[in-house]
């Protein structure tokens, strides 16, 4: 499934995300071993230290909302996905937090997107960045929506190459683990079989260099869990395009 490409690998990761939504939140809390909330507050404490942009808040691939929930209280945000399923869980979780108030949603590409240049200080993706059809052309759309001095943050999991073998060992029992897990809890093996194979091939180095290549600089990261996650930061320069 990972040898999809184009619109075929796009309309079967929307369809794939409508099928797995109900069961999304579960399944990300037990590979991540309850561990994706702490890894999305560390994010956010990377990207707004010293953040001297101001304005809202972009949350793409926001898939249940998490990124804007786990902000606790800090400005207002949008949260966009192409999955209207997903979507909807998120609203009822921010009913239930009283957060309705704090964030807008809309259904959107990440590689058209619909808002005007320099609107947003930060830009968030959470376990959404490797599943974008075309990279370079969704951080091209990030960086015409960052302001002068915002920042773009992306938590994902990344291929476990040249992260030494304690990354290989922990990406090849993800491999192992999560088609079981989506069968059991999900009754979807085959979504649970994609999810990791995306992360071949997606390196923290090469997305490093692509972020730079779309204009930002300042690029920053922290890697974790055995370098099988990373953080990766970079900033829209205070002056001219990004």
């Known amino acids: 499934m990972a040898t ?16 797995i939504s109900g069961r999304y939140d579960l399944l990300n809390a037990l590979m991540s071993g309850g561990r994706h909330h702490t890894w999305r507050r560390k994010a956010l ?22 990124f804007p929930l786990d902000a ?23 009913h239930r937090a009283n957060r309705v108030d704090r964030v807008g949603v809309a259904l959107s590409d990440a590689h058209t997107l619909p808002f005007k240049d320099d609107s947003f200080a930060l830009v968030t993706v ?4 490797r599943n974008f059809i075309d990279g370079p052309a969704a951080l091209a759309e990030i960086g015409r929506v960052l302001r002068p ?15 030494g073998p304690v990354a290989g060992l922990f990406a090849f029992a993800f491999r192992a683990v999560a088609p079981v897990l989506g069968l059991v809890f999900a009754g979807d093996r085959d979504a649970y079989t994609y999810l990791p194979e995306s ?15 779309a204009g930002l600089e300042r690029i920053d990261g922290r890697r974790l869990a055995f370098g099988s996650v990373a953080i990766l930061v970079g900033e829209r320069p205070a002056t001219g395009p990004a």
């Open 4 to 19: 999809l490409r184009g619109r075929e690998r796009a309309d079967y990761v929307v369809g794939m995300f409508g099928r």
């Open 45 to 66: 404490a990377l990207a707004l230290d010293g953040l001297k942009a101001e304005g809202p808040a972009l949350d793409l691939a926001a898939g249940t909302l998490d």
């Open 72 to 94: 606790a209280d800090w400005g207002e945000w949008v949260a966009t996905d192409f999955s209207a399923p997903m979507l909807k869980i998120g609203v009822d979780k921010l």
């Open 126 to 129: 959470g376990f959404g960045m």
């Open 149 to 163: 001095g915002g920042r773009l943050v992306v938590l994902d999991i990344f291929s476990a190459r040249g992260a």
């Open 199 to 213: 992360a071949v091939g997606f390196t923290y180095d090469g997305l490093a260099s692509d972020m730079g290549a």
